[in-house]
């Protein structure tokens, strides 16, 4: 049964190079902050990140993962507080919790955790899902 405090089961995602490259063939995005290590390191990061849209689209998984489909989410958003840095050679986690915070009817809204080596890189997730 799902009520307010239910804590969701958490999935892990792996992410890594290879995964970067495939997004940016796939999205159009090849700003080499994704891709050059040099670069993404010229430009003040630490390393080369994880295309912010990449994030949200696998956060926006574990939702519709949960919800039973696409159609069931109404509501999804969330603000980047911190980059997914994939090293080369790795693969990093990001990984996904949420808890019901508020049910309305069939409105389950629920707050988002998403973290990647223990570092929040999502604030203020939220969904609100039909259930």
Same mark, same amino acid.
């Given at each position: 049964?799902?009520? %307010?405090?239910?804590? =969701? +089961? +958490?999935?892990?995602?792996?992410? !890594? @190079?290879?995964? =970067?490259? *495939?997004?940016?063939?796939?999205?159009? !995005?090849? /700003?080499? #902050?994704? $891709? /050059?290590?040099?670069?993404?390191?010229?430009?003040?990061?630490? /390393?080369?990140?994880?295309?912010?849209?990449?994030?949200? *689209?696998?956060?926006?998984?574990? &939702?519709? !993962?949960?919800?039973?489909?696409?159609?069931?989410?109404?509501?999804?958003?969330?603000?980047?507080?911190?980059?997914? #840095?994939?090293?080369? !050679? $790795?693969?990093?986690? =990001?990984? &996904?919790?949420?808890?019901?915070?508020?049910?309305?009817?069939? @409105? &389950?809204?629920?707050?988002?955790?998403?973290?990647?080596?223990? #570092?929040?890189?999502?604030?203020? *997730?939220?969904?609100? %899902?039909?259930?």
């Amino acid at each position: 049964m799902i009520e %307010v405090g239910t804590v =969701l +089961e +958490e999935h892990t995602f792996y992410l !890594d @190079r290879a995964m =970067l490259k *495939a997004y940016a063939e796939a999205s159009g !995005d090849h /700003n080499p #902050i994704h $891709q /050059n290590e040099e670069f993404a390191v010229s430009v003040g990061l630490p /390393n080369v990140i994880a295309h912010g849209m990449l994030t949200m *689209a696998l956060v926006g998984k574990y &939702v519709t !993962d949960w919800a039973g489909g696409s159609a069931a989410v109404k509501e999804f958003s969330a603000r980047f507080v911190k980059p997914v #840095i994939v090293p080369a !050679d $790795q693969k990093v986690d =990001l990984t &996904v919790s949420a808890t019901v915070s508020e049910i309305d009817g069939e @409105r &389950v809204s629920i707050t988002l955790s998403a973290t990647s080596v223990g #570092i929040k890189v999502l604030g203020m *997730a939220k969904a609100v %899902v039909v259930k």
